[in-house]
């Protein structure tokens, strides 16, 4: 898989995508929601297998489990070392606190609810910063100033400023370019 070096090759990438299919987007981060079920389908499945003791459970998760290979070889076709396995425990784990979310939020702990919904946030902003290229090995980010003339292509990317924004950490900024990039609303 060939790494991107900077947000501006990134949106210079995902421009060219639009131009050919603006659905491109959207369609990925969909499927990626597509993908965190099928893994809670694939656990559902196991437990509802120990807790009744019927092997017909057990029998559907390879089914299950093939349909999310296949639809994370969409989205990841290429990796290297645990990329792929990171990849699948940092979407199960997104969609996991979002439901432990709900249900606090359901319960009326809101303070809690929202910090768990920024978790899972924060993991899924970290699933499209590693299958980006935008995660390297534990090395900060590289990211480049908006300039006026790309301002308009870019549409809604953030201006970054290094000198702006020390204080600001590499998962906010990453939740930041997430935000900004891996738009499901453009269509």
Same mark, same amino acid.
């Given at each position: 898989m060939?790494?991107?070096?900077?947000?501006k090759?990134f949106?210079?990438k995902?421009?060219?995508a639009k131009?050919?299919n603006p659905k491109?987007? @959207?369609?990925?981060q969909?499927?990626?929601? &597509?993908?965190?079920n099928?893994?809670?389908? /694939?656990?559902?499945?196991m %437990?509802?297998?120990?807790?009744? &003791?019927?092997?017909? %459970?057990?029998?559907?998760?390879n089914?299950?489990?093939e349909q999310?290979k296949?639809?994370?070889q969409?989205i990841?076709p290429s990796?290297e &070392?645990?990329?792929?396995?990171?990849s699948?425990?940092?979407?199960a784990? @997104?969609m996991?606190?979002f439901e432990?979310?709900t249900?606090a939020l359901?319960a009326?702990?809101k303070?809690d609810?929202?910090?768990? %919904?920024?978790?899972?946030?924060?993991l899924y902003?970290m %699933?499209?910063g590693l299958n980006?290229?935008m995660?390297n090995?534990?090395t900060d980010?590289k990211w480049?100033k908006t300039?006026s003339?790309?301002?308009?292509t870019?549409q @809604?990317l953030?201006?970054?400023d /290094?000198?702006?924004?020390?204080?600001?950490?590499?998962?906010s900024r990453?939740?930041?370019?997430v935000?900004?990039?891996?738009?499901?609303?453009?269509?």
């Amino acid at each position: 898989m060939e790494k991107i070096k900077n947000v501006k090759e990134f949106v210079e990438k995902l421009d060219n995508a639009k131009k050919v299919n603006p659905k491109d987007l @959207s369609s990925d981060q969909d499927l990626t929601i &597509g993908i965190m079920n099928l893994i809670s389908i /694939e656990e559902h499945l196991m %437990f509802s297998g120990a807790k009744t &003791g019927k092997k017909e %459970f057990y029998n559907l998760i390879n089914e299950v489990r093939e349909q999310r290979k296949q639809m994370m070889q969409k989205i990841i076709p290429s990796y290297e &070392g645990e990329v792929w396995c990171i990849s699948k425990h940092l979407l199960a784990s @997104s969609m996991r606190l979002f439901e432990v979310g709900t249900k606090a939020l359901a319960a009326g702990n809101k303070k809690d609810a929202y910090d768990l %919904f920024d978790r899972s946030y924060g993991l899924y902003c970290m %699933f499209w910063g590693l299958n980006m290229g935008m995660l390297n090995g534990g090395t900060d980010m590289k990211w480049v100033k908006t300039s006026s003339k790309t301002k308009e292509t870019r549409q @809604s990317l953030p201006e970054i400023d /290094e000198m702006k924004q020390p204080q600001e950490g590499k998962m906010s900024r990453l939740k930041n370019w997430v935000k900004n990039a891996v738009n499901c609303c453009i269509e």
